[in-house]
T-cell receptor
Framework: NAGVTQTPKFQVLKTGQSMTLQCAQD?????MYWYRQDPGMGLRLIYY???????DKGEVPNGYNVSRLNKREFSLRLESAAPSQTSVYFC????????????FGQGTRLTVV | GQQVMQIPQYQHVQEGEDFTTYCNSS?????IQWYKQRPGGHPVFLIQ?????EVKKQKRLTFQFGEAKKNSSLHITATQTTDVGTYFC???????????????FGQGTILTVHP
């Protein structure tokens, strides 16, 4: 049982480049989330998807887009990367109506130069 | 902005000493969860507290939820080197919200344990 799988684990981008972070879960969860983690800031929500076909902005959505491709997959896209987007990104999933515990992927360490 | 404040930001202890991290909110929390993140790892769920004054224990870890549901604490008795990591509290959005399940994290407390 893989849980939540994120790719890639590491990425270096030049300012202005684009990329997509992939996330897939195999726990049949309805809800999926993208967080970013910066030193001293905890984890902050970028976007979330409460169910297949819906997405909503979180606390820090600027510069990002998301796609809930199906129930399993939720991708995060940076259209034009900026140094301020250097961070560790975590995908998570949960089924709040059954249990609110969130399961996190291994994280993507992104550096924008 | 951040609604859950967590202190301290760092804590260094000798192995065998106790450790406590605190979360505080200016508003009533619907519930509180605690997560542990090992260095280089991802957050892993520890526990959820829902009721006012609730106390739960997991071996050497004791979790408390304040009577007013505005604060929570995690206490580790007799720390071990395996306790090293960052401990986060997080509030889960209300069941009545369409965003139910969304987490608002505290800033985290980084614990180091010297053998």
């Amino acid at each position: 049982n893989a849980g939540v799988t994120q790719t890639p684990k590491f990425q270096v981008l030049k300012t202005g480049q684009s990329m997509t972070l992939q996330c897939a879960q195999d726990m049949n969860h309805n809800s999926m989330y993208w967080y970013r983690q910066d030193p001293g800031m905890g984890l902050r929500l970028i976007y979330y998807s409460a169910s297949e076909g819906t997405t909503d902005k979180g606390e820090v959505p600027n510069g990002y887009n998301v796609s809930r491709l199906n129930k399993r997959e939720f991708s995060l896209r940076l259209e034009s990367a900026a140094p301020s987007q250097t961070s560790v990104y975590f995908c998570a999933s949960s089924d709040p109506w059954l249990a609110t515990e969130a399961f996190f992927g291994q994280g993507t360490r992104l550096t924008v130069v | 902005g951040q609604q859950v404040m967590q202190i301290p930001q760092y804590q260094h202890v000798q192995e065998g000493e106790d450790f406590t991290t605190y979360c505080n909110s200016s508003t009533t929390l619907s519930n509180i969860q605690w997560y542990k993140q090992r260095p280089g790892g991802h957050p892993v769920f520890l526990i959820q507290l829902v009721k006012s004054g609730e106390v739960k224990k997991q071996k050497r870890l004791t979790f408390q939820f304040g009577e007013a549901k505005k604060n929570s604490s995690l206490h580790i008795t007799a720390t071990q080197t395996t306790d090293v990591g960052t401990y986060f509290c997080a509030e889960v959005s209300n069941a009545g919200d369409t965003s139910y399940g969304k987490l608002t994290f505290g800033q985290g407390t980084i614990l180091t344990v010297h053998p």
